[in-house]
């Protein structure tokens, strides 16, 4: 938390549940700029290309530019090739799959941060979080079905892979708040990862009529506000008590599926979905009561 922020924990929850009504219609813009041929790359360059100057008016309207120097380009770097390859799995994702199944598997992200501390930080995981893993990835199975669901594998394959890519960035991600703030992050995210994604257009890249750009245009700019409106939820509230609001994407996913495309889930869905995101709050829970009870274990000392 920033030191100049107070917390403010009601305001924070509103900011979370906003961030992910936006992030959830930029999910909506994507699904329906696939199916007008749009690929995944291009949609990936705007989406950063738009970053970069909303960061930079938000900062400079602040008097905050400054806070963009990093001596840490190279983590930086990292962070963006990572994280651009684990967002277009996430795009091709929900262009491939109905809105509510690739929102769910997104919910898996906490599940594989959870294995990936075991091996990459010598995590000491305990009956309650191996019990969350247990579920939520019971909970998969029990959406996909290899073999008989009705997810294509490969959608399926995608949402997957994206989650792992997510968690593992989250970790890249924790290491580059120890000595950036999370604007700075986000700007350098988007500032290296355009021009990654600018190689690929001259392969990708077809003509647009006015409907194509605005989908384009709204990709870009209501995916950066909702990103804003989640850095700045944590900058006013904790991460266990705000990130519960994510799971509210869900219900935007499946109220987009069954209006546009009438769409509605089915039972193996609303079997698997409630693992997963039970699982999920159990990891958040547990994390947060470990915290809370080693900073008490070190003040009393």
Same mark, same amino acid.
């Given at each position: 938390?920033?030191?100049?922020?107070?917390?403010?924990?009601?305001?924070?929850?509103?900011?979370?549940?906003?961030?992910?009504? #936006?992030?959830?219609?930029?999910?909506?813009?994507?699904?329906?700029?696939?199916?007008?041929?749009?690929?995944?790359?291009?949609?990936?360059?705007?989406?950063?290309?738009?970053?970069?100057?909303?960061?930079?008016?938000?900062?400079? %309207?602040?008097?905050?530019?400054?806070?963009?120097?990093?001596?840490? #380009?190279?983590?930086?770097?990292?962070?963006?090739?990572?994280?651009?390859?684990?967002?277009?799995?996430?795009?091709?994702?929900?262009?491939?799959?109905?809105?509510?199944? !690739?929102?769910?598997?997104?919910?898996?992200?906490?599940?594989?941060? =959870?294995?990936? !501390?075991?091996?990459?930080? /010598?995590?000491?995981?305990?009956?309650?979080?191996?019990? !969350?893993?247990?579920?939520?990835?019971?909970?998969?199975?029990?959406?996909? &079905?290899?073999?008989?669901?009705?997810?294509?594998?490969?959608?399926?394959?995608?949402?997957? %892979?994206?989650?792992?890519?997510?968690?593992?960035? %989250?970790?890249?991600? /924790?290491?580059?708040?120890?000595?950036? &703030?999370?604007?700075?992050?986000?700007?350098?995210?988007?500032?290296?990862?355009?021009?990654?994604?600018?190689?690929?257009?001259?392969?990708? @890249?077809?003509?647009?009529?006015? !409907?194509?750009?605005?989908?384009?245009?709204?990709?870009?700019?209501?995916?950066?506000?909702? &990103?804003?409106?989640?850095?700045?939820?944590?900058?006013?509230?904790?991460?266990?008590?705000? =990130?519960? @609001?994510?799971?509210?994407?869900?219900?935007?996913? =499946?109220?987009?599926?069954?209006?546009?495309?009438?769409?509605?889930?089915?039972?193996?869905?609303?079997?698997?979905?409630?693992?997963?995101?039970?699982?999920?709050?159990?990891?958040?829970?547990?994390?947060?009561?470990?915290?809370?009870?080693?900073?008490?274990?070190?003040?009393?000392?």
């Amino acid at each position: 938390m920033s030191p100049t922020h107070s917390p403010r924990p009601v305001l924070a929850l509103g900011l979370r549940l906003l961030g992910v009504t #936006f992030l959830s219609v930029m999910t909506l813009l994507v699904k329906l700029a696939g199916e007008r041929g749009i690929h995944v790359f291009e949609m990936m360059f705007w989406r950063h290309l738009t970053t970069v100057p909303l960061v930079l008016v938000w900062l400079g %309207s602040r008097g905050n530019l400054s806070s963009l120097r990093t001596p840490r #380009f190279g983590a930086h770097l990292r962070r963006a090739i990572l994280g651009t390859v684990g967002m277009s799995l996430m795009f091709g994702s929900f262009v491939v799959l109905p809105l509510a199944e !690739a929102t769910t598997l997104n919910f898996t992200v906490p599940l594989f941060a =959870t294995i990936l !501390a075991i091996f990459m930080l /010598k995590d000491r995981v305990g009956y309650w979080r191996w019990s !969350a893993l247990i579920v939520g990835f019971g909970g998969v199975l029990v959406i996909a &079905q290899p073999g008989h669901g009705h997810l294509p594998l490969a959608g399926a394959a995608l949402g997957l %892979s994206g989650a792992f890519m997510i968690a593992l960035l %989250s970790i890249l991600v /924790k290491d580059l708040n120890r000595t950036d &703030q999370p604007l700075t992050i986000v700007f350098w995210f988007a500032a290296m990862g355009a021009p990654m994604m600018a190689l690929t257009l001259p392969f990708v @890249m077809t003509g647009h009529d006015s !409907a194509a750009w605005l989908l384009l245009f709204g990709i870009g700019v209501i995916g950066t506000l909702g &990103q804003l409106m989640l850095t700045l939820s944590l900058r006013l509230g904790s991460v266990s008590s705000v =990130t519960v @609001m994510d799971y509210s994407g869900l219900i935007w996913a =499946t109220l987009f599926g069954w209006i546009i495309w009438d769409h509605l889930p089915p039972a193996t869905t609303w079997l698997g979905a409630p693992l997963i995101v039970a699982a999920g709050i159990l990891i958040v829970w547990r994390e947060h009561k470990l915290s809370r009870e080693k900073a008490d274990a070190m003040l009393s000392r």
